[in-house]
């Protein structure tokens, strides 16, 4: 049986598995009612909102190798989730460390940060509402971003 905080942790995990499957236009379905935002002191600055944008704005960011991946893995954890499930919304908090391994650089963290995120359940089904990232720690970024 799912509960409705399951169910919300799944996007969470279906996020990372996404991008890192290099299925992108999977990950910007999971936006279809929401948006990806900068996480920032005076509150969430919009990068892309709906699935078609933000499917093209990680196209546009995220650089895929020969066998369609971004040759990473994302992790989630230090995940809290709380749910209104009479309202039909839920907020969470997670961490995030990204590893990555390409030919020529070895396995390593290259950025760490938080994601804040906020969801509503539409026909039944929970959506993420807001995914607002912020990066605490980086390394090399130079194979895994365009910019």
């Given at each position: ?12 995990f279906?996020y ?7 299925d ?8 279809a009612?929401?948006?990806i935002?900068?996480?920032t ?26 066998d ?17 499930d009479?309202?039909g919304?839920?907020t ?17 963290p290259i950025?760490?940060?938080r994601y ?6 539409v ?12 990066v605490?720690?980086t ?7 365009r910019?």
């Open positions: 049986m799912s509960t409705p905080e399951r169910a919300v942790e799944r996007l969470l279906r990372a598995d996404a991008i890192d499957a290099g992108l236009t999977a990950l910007g379905a999971l936006f009612h929401g948006r935002a900068q996480h002191p005076d509150g969430p600055i919009t990068l892309a909102e709906g699935a078609p944008a933000v499917e093209a704005f990680y196209r546009s960011l995220v650089i895929l190798y020969d369609g991946t971004p040759r990473t893995r994302h992790l989630t954890t230090n995940v809290s989730i709380d749910v209104d009479a309202a919304t839920a969470g908090t997670a961490s995030y460390t990204v590893m990555q391994a390409t030919e020529g650089f070895a396995l390593q950025i760490v940060g804040r995120d906020d969801f509503h359940r026909e039944g089904e929970w959506w993420f509402g807001t995914r607002a990232m912020s605490d720690l390394g090399d970024l130079s194979r895994h971003l910019r």
